[in-house]
């Protein structure tokens, strides 16, 4: 697959899931991207901003074994990754798989379960396999989180750990709809009962395994000149000594940060990493890896705001 054929198929599956979803353009955007790169997405935002329904039209318009877990504060390690069992008949102990075991997970309200079953999800999110009384079972090779979850100030919720936190490619916040995307949300669902079905507004699969695979390869193959890699790592080096952040960004999410670079360009059919690319991502992968200081947060400044001044203040390459 080469990269027209990436950007095809990207223009492919935003319109196919554009018929049953109104606006929601940038984050359709981000998990394209974080598809490309094998990244995890978190999406942030009020009840009714169509996060689980996004979720299972983009499972089904690639075709992935979708999987959902509804966190809630009862829920057990065991109930996302399974157990042994004992089988009476055999006097054996036969392995009862969770459903993590999927191509497409939706973390279903993932802050409304303590952090003792968050952490169930970080070798998954890590290194595509689970642990089970000893042994490792490994994954699906597409296996990708898309996780939401409800805004803090929110009553019984659980932040997740930091930890859980970096796992994550991009933090999307969902926002609620301009007024003339709810008029168009309005006449298209308005006039039907229950939760929304992607096959009840004609979403098809339009992409395979054997595709997206190809696609994975050519974006990895996208070249990065050192200039553009060194404005990665400025930037996230500069969460670290901004005097409005406490903790800044890992290593780790400089990394993300360039696969995810490279996969936007790919998506845009560039056989190159622009300074743009980088500061279009910036954002949404450094919100929920830094921490503010307690001066900044008595202030009242908001995380994005000190990012975008970081990412102003730090020069780009030309």
């Given at each position: 697959?080469?990269?027209?054929?990436?950007?095809?198929?990207?223009?492919?599956?935003?319109?196919?899931?554009?018929?049953?979803?109104?606006?929601?353009?940038?984050?359709?955007?981000?998990?394209?991207?974080?598809?490309?790169?094998?990244?995890?997405?978190?999406?942030?935002?009020?009840?009714?901003?169509?996060?689980?329904?996004l979720a299972q039209c983009f499972a089904r318009v690639l075709g992935l074994d979708f999987g959902r877990i509804q966190f809630t504060p009862d829920l057990m390690?065991?109930?996302?990754?399974?157990?042994?069992?004992?089988?009476?008949?055999?006097?054996?102990?036969?392995?009862?798989?969770?459903?993590?075991?999927?191509?497409?997970?939706?973390?279903?309200?993932?802050?409304?379960?303590?952090?003792?079953?968050?952490?169930?999800?970080?070798?998954?999110?890590?290194?595509?396999?689970?642990?089970?009384?000893?042994?490792?079972?490994?994954?699906?090779?597409?296996?990708?989180?898309?996780?939401?979850?409800?805004?803090?100030?929110?009553?019984?919720?659980?932040?997740?750990?930091?930890?859980?936190?970096?796992?994550?490619?991009?933090?999307?916040?969902?926002?609620?709809?301009?007024?003339?995307?709810?008029?168009?949300?309005?006449?298209?669902?308005?006039?039907?009962?229950?939760?929304?079905?992607?096959?009840?507004?004609?979403?098809?699969?339009?992409?395979?395994?054997?595709?997206?695979?190809?696609?994975?390869?050519?974006?990895?193959?996208?070249?990065?000149?050192?200039?553009?890699?060194?404005?990665?790592?400025?930037?996230?080096?500069?969460?670290?000594?901004?005097?409005?952040?406490?903790?800044?960004?890992?290593?780790?999410?400089?990394?993300?940060?360039?696969?995810?670079?490279?996969?936007?360009?790919?998506?845009?059919?560039?056989?190159?990493?622009?300074?743009?690319?980088?500061?279009?991502?910036?954002?949404?992968?450094?919100?929920?890896?830094?921490?503010?200081?307690?001066?900044?947060?008595?202030?009242?400044?908001?995380?994005?705001?000190?990012?975008?001044?970081?990412?102003?203040?730090?020069?780009?390459?030309?």
């Open positions: 697959m080469n990269l027209s054929e990436v950007r095809q198929l990207a223009e492919t599956i935003r319109a196919e899931i554009g018929r049953a979803i109104v606006g929601q353009e940038k984050a359709i955007d981000l998990m394209l991207i974080a598809l490309f790169s094998s990244g995890h997405v978190l999406l942030e935002g009020p009840p009714g901003t169509a996060k689980t329904f390690p065991g109930d996302i990754v399974g157990s042994n069992l004992f089988n009476f008949q055999t006097s054996q102990f036969t392995l009862t798989r969770g459903p993590i075991f999927c191509d497409l997970l939706l973390a279903d309200e993932i802050n409304r379960t303590p952090p003792k079953t968050q952490a169930a999800l970080l070798e998954a999110m890590q290194e595509r396999a689970v642990t089970i009384d000893g042994e490792t079972h490994p994954l699906s090779g597409h296996f990708m989180v898309i996780a939401t979850q409800n805004p803090i100030e929110q009553q019984g919720v659980y932040p997740l750990p930091e930890a859980q936190l970096d796992r994550f490619l991009f933090k999307h916040l969902m926002e609620y709809p301009t007024i003339e995307e709810e008029r168009r949300i309005v006449a298209k669902h308005g006039s039907r009962f229950g939760a929304p079905r992607p096959e009840d507004w004609g979403v098809e699969t339009k992409a395979d395994a054997a595709q997206l695979a190809d696609a994975l390869t050519t974006v990895a193959t996208v070249p990065m000149v050192e200039a553009v890699a060194n404005y990665v790592v400025d930037l996230v080096r500069g969460t670290r000594s901004a005097a409005d952040i406490e903790t800044g960004a890992s290593p780790r999410a400089a990394s993300m940060l360039a696969g995810a670079a490279r996969a936007r360009a790919a998506v845009d059919g560039r056989d190159y990493v622009i300074p743009d690319d980088v500061k279009a991502l910036a954002p949404a992968v450094l919100r929920h890896r830094v921490l503010l200081s307690p001066a900044a947060q008595i202030e009242g400044r908001a995380v994005d705001d000190v990012i975008a001044r970081l990412i102003d203040q730090i020069e780009a390459p030309r």
